[in-house]
């Protein structure tokens, strides 16, 4: 049997660290994918061994379900209904699991990835014997939400058609979870997030699951319908980050400056409410648009500033500012910063051939620069017939 499952990456449009204390933040999805297919052994030889193949990475990890069970034997089996946090000592046994695998040393970022997908599997199916293929056409480490819709796909295809959800396999094409499956789908994928963040606000994970453009704010979404046409440019510097460093980096801040740092995250948080307002006031003629967008841009750069107040900012990200700015366009990174993706708005009226000429200014720097459709569907999954 094979179930597939795929979840879309994001932009956050306003509040990212910020949102890690408290404030609001605004983000969409965004048309580009990680798929999980999950299947299990049919042949005998495969029969004790657990498989995860990162497939654009040409990466293959397997581990005999035997070696699992023996790692587990003290601290007894963490299967479970309910999401449940991966503790420390969980983290150590699993951690020694995945340096068995050797994984090469420049790509040994992904150890945090494979980490929590081994506790997402065992948690989910336990000891059962499978393989796991993954591939992503999301940018890694790069502000995209990479890390949320891996953990998202994964949990999806682990839960669909299990004991905890209960869908109908012959039904052809990409299919939606119902409402209730979807918040199980989302608390799974925040407990893979905690592995590889650290201490996520459930925003990445949140907006990968439902789909579309969502306020969050302290755990909490509400949707948010756009009556206006949203184009954006992501530029991606390709300088890599670590979304745990920075967010941690933030908090030292925090702690050395609260007084401060308590002034920028309210401003952050009065910047996305106001975002959102603008986003779902009433659309009237084209002018209206364009002040709306004048609006946009404005909050965009605000956040920005502050983003850069936080100490997330980064020479390459100031390229794109600069870059961007010569023709009048806000931009503002997007995720982590440190390095990785920009958003810049493309106003409705903007002219094609200004359009290019931005893009190859800042692929002159070295930067790709993507089109992304903003606010489609969340994950979905599907019999493996897609
Ligand atoms: N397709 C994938 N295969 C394996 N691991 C992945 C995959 N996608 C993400 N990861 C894990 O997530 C890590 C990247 O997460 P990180 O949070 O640093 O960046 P991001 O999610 O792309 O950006 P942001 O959090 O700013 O949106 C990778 O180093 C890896 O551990
Ligand atoms: C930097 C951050 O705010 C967004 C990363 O996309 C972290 C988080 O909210 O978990
Ligand atoms: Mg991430």
């Known amino acids: ?40 052994p049919t042949s005998p030889e495969h029969e004790d061994m657990l498989k995860l193949q990162l497939k654009d990475m040409a990466l293959e990890f397997s581990w005999p379900i035997s070696r699992i069970k023996l790692a587990f034997s003290q601290l ?74 891996f953990s998202v796909a994964i949990s999806a295809a682990l839960l669909a058609f299990s004991d905890s959800i209960k869908t109908d396999l012959r039904r052809p094409g990409w299919l939606d979870f119902e409402a209730l499956q979807l918040d199980l789908v989302n608390k799974w994928a925040f407990e893979g997030e905690k592995i590889i963040h650290g201490k ?56 050395r400056h609260p007084d401060a740092m308590s002034f920028v995250f309210n401003a952050v948080d009065s910047i996305s409410k106001e975002l959102a307002n603008v986003l779902q006031s009433p659309a009237l003629d084209e002018l209206s648009i364009t002040e709306r967008e004048e609006k946009l841009g404005e909050l965009m750069e605000m956040n920005q500033g502050l983003l850069q107040c936080m100490g997330v900012s980064h020479a390459s990200i100031e390229t794109v500012l600069r870059t961007t700015l010569k023709y009048k ?46 606010g489609g569907n969340g994950v979905e999954f599907s019999n493996g017939s897609s």
């Not at 506790?119 to 499978?130: D, E, M, N, Q, S």
């Open 1 to 40: 049997m094979e179930v597939k499952a795929r979840a879309p990456g994001k932009i956050i449009l306003s509040g990212e660290h910020a949102v890690v204390h408290g404030s609001a933040a605004v983000a969409a999805s965004i048309d580009l994918y990680t798929h999980a297919t999950l299947t299990f």
């Open 76 to 149: 007894g089996v963490p299967f479970s209904s309910k999401p449940t946090t991966c503790s420390s000592e969980s983290l150590k046994l699993i951690a020694g699991l995945v340096e068995e695998q050797r994984i090469p040393e420049a790509k040994i970022a992904l150890a945090s990835g494979v980490s929590a997908f081994l506790w997402l599997y065992i948690c989910i199916k336990g000891f059962r014997p499978a393989t796991v293929v993954i591939t992503s056409e999301l940018p890694l480490g790069s502000g995209l939400g990479s890390s949320a819709a």
């Open 200 to 255: 996520p606000s459930g925003i990445d994970n949140t907006v990968s699951t439902y789909g579309n453009m969502i306020k969050f704010k302290t755990g909490n979404l509400t949707r948010i319908k756009s009556s206006m046409p949203l184009k954006m440019l992501i530029t991606n510097t390709k300088v890599g980050r670590n979304t745990k460093a920075l967010v941690a980096g933030v908090s030292e801040r925090n702690i």
């Open 329 to 374: 366009l806000a931009s503002k990174l997007t995720g982590a910063g440190g390095g990785g993706c920009v958003l810049t708005l493309l106003p409705t009226l903007l002219s094609g051939t200004i359009i290019d000429k931005v893009i190859s200014e800042l692929e002159a720097c070295g930067f790709q620069c993507l089109t992304v459709k903003i």
